[in-house]
């Protein structure tokens, strides 16, 4: 259940919000302890608890902020049956040769990409692998081919692109026909790509591209392997690891089959490849023009669909019971790092990249040593991860959900994915609030305490998950929120209002205020789908906290 089943326009709502909660067990006694501020409980000794207030608007990701590079990739096959075909029943008779001319695979080509459909389109770009006993890129007019692929982005260039190739190709067809090697070389491609595509994400802006492949071929392959091969690499090709999959829209890959001479077998293979793309497989057979009218772009159409906001205080904890502070932000409560040896103001005790939280959750110690003594040395798990050249050792946040690629090696979680379980808690929030982020992507519909609440509403009001008849705090108070649908700018906007009470907060042990941070998630449609998370985190100072659209940056996408 998530909140836009909630939702009706301009129709407010109570309720129930977040913060966070800990399962994390250790025996404790602080009673008498002279460490602890006596000014910061009640008489009773329960935490002097503040309850404040928080406005938050925000709207959808804007399309413009949603692009998806569209990128055609053309596989032309230069082998010499184009311009010398074997008979191979007789070879002293030979057939007329499939393309001499290089009419059949180009002129369809450049009708195709001089038509209107495409010379409309945004962020549409063009490359060119030729293959025969050798897979290689296309690129400028002089060398014309090159281990280095060229990307054309105007359809001038790529119409000149393809009218200087037709006109080279007595010299280059020549040998045989591998398959193989120009698969591989696609492949390749894609994936070095995507690696381009994930630099030009921004904080302001999620890219994406798509790309869509036409391997043209005129006749089988020469290695003489069995169809499945090919339809495993290109598998391999429309599927890239995660590390590539979030910056990747689709991949849908066509096959051509022009022949003057059919060959069952090269018919199975294309058809085969084709079906395995998800694309299209089209023949033409002696004297037919091959038809690219059959393949159409893919749609582009961005639309984001807000589905869960989340309101953390990073510097409280639920923690056996009780309403800690965590002044330090390591999803450790200042008592318990003081009953453990770790600093409560230092988030990285010894200073090995890793929070002291995230390393008694791991561990059950805070610390690399039992002193917390400042190492010399990252763990042995993350010295072959980027890091800061000494201590305290930083590592960078891939997935943007702030837990750190060290920490998230330490707890087995996706440092890809700002979410690892798919649960719509981003692992950040779920890990103090002792939520599996790994697995059971189920564990937030389940009642932990059976208080009658799930995991879900108990997160929201910012209950513990686990309070098996712990009573509340005397100043604590269920968060509450109500939400209003506001007017967009723009039409495919739609925008929210959240006026939020009761917004738990402790003074700190460095007197610092509270800092409170915003998730932000939603599906993003483009051609394909995506989760994205927005944040923004910002000291709470007074009696209330305000954010609003333009606080909100990329962290990640799904």
Request: proline share 6%; hydrophobic share 35%; charged share 25%.
């Amino acid at each position: 259940m998530n909140l836009r089943l909630f939702l009706s326009k301009r129709t407010a709502m109570s309720i129930s919000l977040l913060a966070i909660s800990s399962v994390l067990i250790i025996a404790f006694n602080n009673c008498g302890d002279p460490r602890i501020d006596k000014k910061k409980t009640l008489p009773s000794g329960e935490p002097l608890i503040d309850n404040q207030k928080a406005l938050i608007e925000f709207c959808t990701v804007d399309d413009v902020k949603l692009r998806t590079q569209l990128k055609f990739v053309f596989v032309i096959d230069h082998s010499s049956s184009n311009i010398n075909l074997i008979n191979r029943p007789d070879p002293l008779s030979p057939l007329p040769p499939t393309d001499r001319q290089g009419t059949r695979r180009y002129d369809p080509l450049l009708q195709f990409v001089s038509g209107d459909a495409l010379s409309a389109q945004p962020d549409l770009f063009y490359t060119i692998i030729n293959f025969n006993d050798t897979a290689e890129y296309v690129t400028g007019y002089e060398s014309s081919v090159t281990d280095q692929p060229e990307v054309s982005n105007t359809n001038n260039s790529i119409i000149d692109k393809l009218g200087f190739e037709k006109s080279k190709v007595l010299e280059r067809d020549r040998g045989g026909t591998r398959y193989d090697l120009a698969l591989d070389k696609v492949r390749e491609f894609i994936y070095n790509d995507l690696d381009r595509v994930k630099l030009l994400n921004t904080q302001n802006e999620i890219v994406t591209s798509a790309y869509v492949v036409f391997f043209i071929s005129d006749g089988e392959p020469d290695e003489g392997l069995n169809a499945s091969v090919y339809r495993a690499k290109v598998k391999s090709i429309i599927s890239p690891p995660d590390s590539k999959l979030r910056y990747l829209d689709r991949v849908t890959f066509n096959t051509v089959y022009y022949y003057q001479n059919h060959s069952p077998v090269a018919q199975n293979i294309l058809n085969s490849m084709s079906d395995e793309g998800k694309g299209l497989f089209i023949q033409a057979a002696a004297g037919q023009a091959i038809n690219f009218s059959e393949f159409a772009a893919p749609p582009r159409l961005t639309k984001s669909t807000f589905m869960e906001l989340w309101i953390q205080n990073t510097n409280t904890i639920w923690w056996q019971g009780k309403f800690l502070a965590d002044s330090d932000a390591d999803f450790l409560p200042d008592e318990i790092e003081r009953t453990l040896g770790s600093d409560p103001l230092n988030h990285d005790s010894d200073g090995d990249g890793v929070r002291d939280g995230v390393q008694f959750s791991s561990t059950g110690k805070p610390c690399s040593s039992t002193s917390c003594a400042t190492t010399s040395a990252v763990s042995l798990k993350c010295a072959n991860i980027p890091h800061s050249n000494s201590a305290p050792f930083t590592f960078e946040d891939t997935d943007g959900d702030f837990l750190n690629d060290c920490e998230e090696l330490t707890l087995r979680s996706d440092v890809e994915r700002f979410d690892s379980n798919n649960d719509e808690v981003p692992d950040s929030l779920a890990l103090p609030s002792g939520l599996p982020i790994v697995g059971q992507s189920v564990a937030i519909q389940t009642d932990n305490d059976m208080d009658g609440k799930n995991n879900y509403y108990s997160l929201k009001e910012n209950f513990p998950l686990n309070n098996f008849g712990v009573k509340s705090p005397i100043l604590f108070k269920p968060m509450s929120y109500k939400v209003f649908q506001t007017t967009p700018n723009e039409a495919s906007q739609k925008c929210y209002h959240y006026d939020i009470e009761n917004l738990a907060t402790l003074p700190l042990a460095n007197g610092q205020p509270n800092q409170i941070r915003i998730h932000l998630i939603e599906n993003v449609t483009l051609s394909g789908r995506k989760t994205t998370l927005r944040t923004s985190t910002k000291p709470l100072r007074g009696m209330r906290i305000e954010f609003t659209h333009k606080d909100f940056k990329f962290s990640s996408a799904n």
